[in-house]
C-alpha cells in the first residue's frame, strides 16, 4: 500500500519562505503523477502544483510565479518551493500520487481539487501572519 509523508510546514511572515517534501513508500509503480492540494477553513479544496510521469507541470493560477514543484525519482520525494507567501496561503497542504501512466500535470491538478482518487497524505500546516 502506497504512503505519502508530508513535512516541512510551519509557520511564517507574508513574503517568507518554505519548502514542502513528500516521501512516497510502498510503491509499486515506475510512471505516476504527483502533485500538492491545500485545504482551508471554510474554503475550497485546491490543486495547488503537480507534475506527471514526464516532467510536465501545471500549477494554480494562484501560486503560478511563486511556487515550484519537483521531484527526485532516486528518493520518491516531491517537493514544494514555496516563495513570496501572502497570508491566502495559509492551509493544511497534502500531497497526492496518481498510479496512472497516461495522466498529465493538468489532469493531476483537477482531480486533486474535484475528485477524491489517487494516494493522498495526511498534510503539514502551512501558516503565514503578517
Known amino acids: 500500500q502506497v504512503q505519502l509523508q508530508e513535512s516541512g510546514g510551519g509557520s511564517v511572515q507574508t513574503g517568507g519562505s518554505l519548502r514542502l517534501s513528500c516521501v512516497a513508500s510502498?510503491?509499486?509503480?515506475?510512471?505516476?503523477?504527483m502533485g500538492w492540494f491545500r485545504q482551508a477553513p471554510g474554503k475550497e479544496r485546491e490543486g495547488v502544483a503537480s507534475?506527471?510521469?514526464?516532467?510536465?507541470?501545471s500549477y494554480a493560477d494562484s501560486v503560478k510565479g511563486r511556487f515550484t514543484i519537483s521531484q527526485d525519482n532516486a528518493k520518491h520525494t516531491m517537493y514544494l518551493q514555496m516563495n513570496s507567501l501572502k497570508s491566502e496561503d495559509t492551509a493544511m497542504y497534502h500531497c497526492?500520487?496518481?498510479?496512472?501512466?497516461?495522466?498529465?500535470?493538468?489532469?493531476?491538478?483537477?482531480?486533486?481539487?474535484?475528485?477524491?482518487?489517487?494516494?493522498r497524505g495526511q498534510g503539514t500546516q502551512v501558516t503565514v501572519s503578517s
Open positions: 510502498g510503491l509499486t509503480y515506475d510512471r505516476y503523477s
Open positions: 507534475i506527471d510521469s514526464v516532467g510536465q507541470t
Open positions: 497526492a500520487l496518481f498510479p496512472i501512466p497516461a495522466m498529465r500535470a493538468w489532469q493531476a491538478l483537477d482531480v486533486m481539487t474535484h475528485a477524491e482518487h489517487g494516494f
